[in-house]
């Protein structure tokens, strides 16, 4: 059982990138699933998450209008679609999984995470 995060890289500001959380070993669609982020020298923030019945899905303030969340049960992944990419958006993104949203940026109090994926937005 796990949660695998993909998709990071290297990009302009204003740039796009879309991350993948990919699970295996369970059905994502059982479970609510967020986006984490964590810079260096920087406490972990909570991100997005989008609810076990894909109900209206959940952002962070400074992302809202630029970040999308969204799911595809029938390839088991999350994606989360980002753009207008802003060099505060730089950080390790990582997926987890928790049985509705909570916007906990605590890790242990979710069921469920994978290792991250390195975003970094850069001239």
């Keep these: 059982v796990q949660l695998q995060a993909s998709g990071g890289g290297l990009v ?3 740039g796009s990138l879309r991350l993948s959380c ?3 070993g369970f059905t994502l669609e059982s479970k609510a699933i967020g986006w984490l982020r964590q810079a260096p020298g920087k406490a972990r923030e909570w991100v997005s998450c989008i609810p ?17 969340i969204s799911r595809d049960n029938a390839k088991n992944t999350v994606y989360l679609q980002m753009n207008s990419l802003k060099n505060e958006d ?3 993104y990582l ?20 290792q991250g994926t390195q975003v970094t937005v850069s001239s």
């Design 90 to 92: 730089t950080a390790v």
């Design 22 to 24: 990919a699970a295996s």
């Design 52 to 68: 076990q019945d894909d109900d209206r899905p959940y952002y962070k303030d400074s992302v809202k209008g630029r970040f999308t």
């Design 95 to 114: 997926c987890v999984a928790e049985r509705r949203c909570t916007g906990s940026p605590t890790l242990e109090l979710y069921d469920l995470w994978g």
């Design 12 to 14: 302009q500001p204003g």
